[in-house]
């Protein structure tokens, strides 16, 4: 399986640290120093279906294919407005496609998990051409009364169009059973029969611990990948990491002895935009012509599950 092109897509708003200062407990310095983050982009104006449309049909645009030429379309997402149907269903028709698709909810860690799914179909024989969109609004479950998370979360989307082929050399997914270090209890419709009904409650994070596993969980990740696809941590010419905390992808460089040109990042520019960070930061690489043929990107993610996940590919095109 190779990626045949790439799109993403932006809120309009762009909000400063200085901006979050303003109304929160918190400063520019603190941020920046903790995170890397400078600046994110929130929806205001626009849904995140229109994100999810535009870095779709860009990416069918730069694959050559339209949309009724897909046989499948995987959407990466945490929560949206519409619980039923699910996201695919809603953005086949605008972006002209035909085909089934299905939503996957594995945090962060949602686009490996779709690039796994996508080369298990491909590899059965089921399906030649899949769009996979991870659009991701998790500003809209985030506490705006506190710092914790509201400083590091942020809107985006990120799509790729996978064609049948070489290219996809290993995938490596992790998971333990630790819901309390991330979660967001959403409220459910009160029906006259449920006793001791629970309110929801907006995203909550240990980010200390989250910190620590990701660090480690990420570097045991990409060192499996890479034995898998038979390659050392310097045959990787890009470690597109998922853009969580600056330090989180320092830290896991500097355990895997690399160096600082080949972690790449955007977080400065759009914080922590959960699955869709990594095909975001991949759609500005390849159009700032800084990926190219035989190129060896490994990719790392990991969030709320726990979960954590890596893949290897060589670059087609
Ligand atoms: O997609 C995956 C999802 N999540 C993550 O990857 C999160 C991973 N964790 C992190 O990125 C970091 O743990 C955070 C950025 C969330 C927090 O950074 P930290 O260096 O772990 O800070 P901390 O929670 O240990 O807090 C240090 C201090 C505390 O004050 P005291 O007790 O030392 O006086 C906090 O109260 O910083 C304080 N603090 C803040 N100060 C200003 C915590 N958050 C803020 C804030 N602004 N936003």
């Known amino acids: 399986m190779k990626i045949i092109g790439t799109g993403s897509a932006l809120p309009s708003l762009a909000v400063t640290n200085n901006d979050l200062a303003s109304f929160l407990d918190t400063s520019d310095e603190w941020i920046t120093e903790r995170t890397g983050i400078k600046e994110r982009r929130l929806l205001s104006t626009e849904t995140l279906y229109d994100l999810a449309e535009e870095a779709a049909l860009k990416a069918l645009k730069a694959s050559g294919l339209r949309g009724d030429q897909l046989d499948f379309i995987i959407c990466s997402n945490v929560a949206n407005r519409f619980i039923t149907p699910g996201m695919n ?13 299905l939503d996957i909810n594995v945090a962060c ?3 490996i998990n779709a690039l796994m799914l996508a080369d298990s179909m491909m590899q059965a024989g089921r399906a030649q051409h899949i769009l996979i969109i991870c659009a991701e609004e998790p500003s809209k479950y985030c506490n705006w009364d506190e710092r914790d998370t509201s ?11 996978l064609a049948a082929g070489d290219g996809f050399k ?3 997914l992790s998971m333990t059973s630790n819901k309390d270090v991330l979660y967001y209890e959403r409220c459910m419709e009160k029906t006259p029969f449920e006793k001791n009904r629970k309110e929801g409650q907006p995203l909550v994070m240990r980010g200390r611990e989250v910190f620590r596993m990701a660090v480690s ?3 045991k990740d990409l060192k499996v990948a890479l034995a898998e696809a038979g390659l050392k941590p310097s045959d990787v010419t890009y470690y597109l990491m998922h853009q969580a905390n600056k330090r989180i992808i320092e830290s896991v460089r500097t355990l ?6 080949k972690f790449p990042t955007n977080i400065e520019k759009y914080g922590n935009t959960s699955s869709a960070s990594i095909p975001i930061l991949l759609d500005e690489m390849l159009a700032a012509g800084k990926i190219h043929k035989g190129d060896i990107l490994a990719m ?8 954590s996940a890596a893949c290897v590919m060589q670059w087609m095109y």
């Not at 269903?89 to 698709?101: D, F, P, R, S, Y």
């Not at 400083?151 to 169009?161: E, P, R, S």
């Not at 790392?300 to 979960?307: L, N, Q, R, T």
């Open 300 to 307: 790392s993610a990991f969030g709320a599950g726990f979960v």
């Open 151 to 161: 400083i590091l979360f942020a809107d985006g989307a990120g799509a790729v169009v």
């Open 256 to 261: 895997l002895d690399e160096p600082e040109e």
């Open 89 to 101: 269903c809603i953005l086949q028709e605008k972006i002209g496609a035909k085909c089934a698709g």
């Open 170 to 172: 290993s995938v490596h």
């Open 217 to 219: 969980q990420s570097t």
């Open 109 to 111: 860690a949602g686009f």
